[in-house]
C-alpha cells in the first residue's frame, strides 16, 4: 500500500512541475517579442515623430544676411535697435526658435552682433529645391509699411514672381490681407536697460511658390523699415 501511495504522489509532482515549466516558457516567449512596445520607444526617441512635425522644412541660413543688431537680452544697453530709434526686441521672449502655424523658425542669436535683416533691396539666397510655399517671420517699424515687394527668383527666370504685401506695424497691427500675429511679444527692451510694457509682435507672411521650377533667392523691398527675422521653406 505504501508503494502504491508513493508512485501516486510521485506521479503527481511531476505533471505538475511540468506544466509550471510550460507555463513559464510561454510567458517569457512573449516579453522577449519585439512588436508594439519597441516601436513606440523607437518613436519616442525622434522628436519629429513624436511630435507630428511636417519633415521637409528648411529653414533659410540668413547669418550670412543679417545687417542689424534687433534682438538683445533683457537688462542690455544699446544704441539703435530694430527700430533705429533705440528698442529692441528681447531675447528673453523670442529664444532660439519659434513656431507659426506649424512652421518652425530659427532666430539670430542675441548678443552675437547682427540677428535682423534690414530690408535694402538685396536678395536672400534660397536653398535650391522645389517648395510649395515660403514662409516670412518679418515687422514694420515707425509705422505701417504698405504695399512692400518682395521677389522670389527662380533657376529658370521666367518663374519668377513678386508679391505685394503690406506690413503692420509692430505696435499696431492693421490685419492686413495675408499677414497673421505670429509671435506676441509682452514687452520691448529700451536702449537703457529697462522694461517697455506693451504688446508688439512679429508677423507672419506666406509666399505661394511654384513647385515646378527650384528657387534661387528672395529679393527684399528697398525699405529699411521693414525688418525680416526669419525664412523656412515648406514642401
Known amino acids: 500500500m505504501n508503494i502504491v ?3 501516486i504522489a510521485s506521479t503527481a ?4 512541475a511540468g506544466f509550471v515549466s510550460s507555463c513559464s516558457t510561454t510567458a517569457n516567449s512573449n516579453s522577449g517579442t519585439p512588436n508594439a512596445a519597441s516601436a513606440t520607444e523607437s518613436n519616442s526617441g525622434n522628436p519629429a515623430a513624436a511630435a507630428g512635425a511636417p519633415a521637409g522644412q528648411v529653414q533659410v541660413p540668413l547669418t550670412s544676411s543679417f545687417n542689424l543688431a534687433g534682438i538683445y537680452p533683457d537688462g542690455a544697453t544699446f544704441t539703435g535697435g530694430v527700430d533705429g530709434v533705440g528698442f529692441a526686441c528681447s531675447s528673453n521672449l523670442l529664444g ?8 518652425t523658425f530659427d532666430i539670430g542669436p542675441s548678443r552675437a552682433g547682427l540677428n535682423v535683416i534690414s530690408c535694402q533691396g538685396q536678395t536672400i539666397s534660397l536653398p535650391a529645391g522645389n517648395f510649395s510655399k515660403l514662409e516670412m517671420l518679418a515687422m514694420g517699424v515707425n509705422g505701417a509699411q504698405a504695399s512692400q515687394h518682395f521677389t522670389v527668383t527662380y533657376d529658370d527666370p521666367s518663374a519668377n514672381r513678386t508679391f505685394t504685401q503690406s506690413l503692420s506695424d509692430w505696435a499696431s497691427p492693421d490685419n492686413n490681407d495675408g499677414e497673421a500675429q505670429a509671435v506676441a511679444m509682452d514687452y520691448r527692451d529700451p536702449a537703457d536697460g529697462t522694461r517697455d510694457d ?3 509682435n512679429i508677423y507672419g507672411y506666406s509666399f505661394a511658390l511654384d513647385k515646378t521650377h527650384a528657387v534661387s533667392g528672395l529679393k527684399l523691398p528697398n525699405n529699411e523699415n521693414v525688418k525680416v527675422f526669419a525664412l523656412t521653406l515648406v514642401p
Open 5 to 7: 501511495r508513493y508512485f
Open 13 to 16: 509532482a511531476l505533471l505538475l
Open 96 to 103: 532660439a526658435t519659434q513656431v507659426w502655424g506649424g512652421v
Open 198 to 200: 506693451n504688446q508688439y
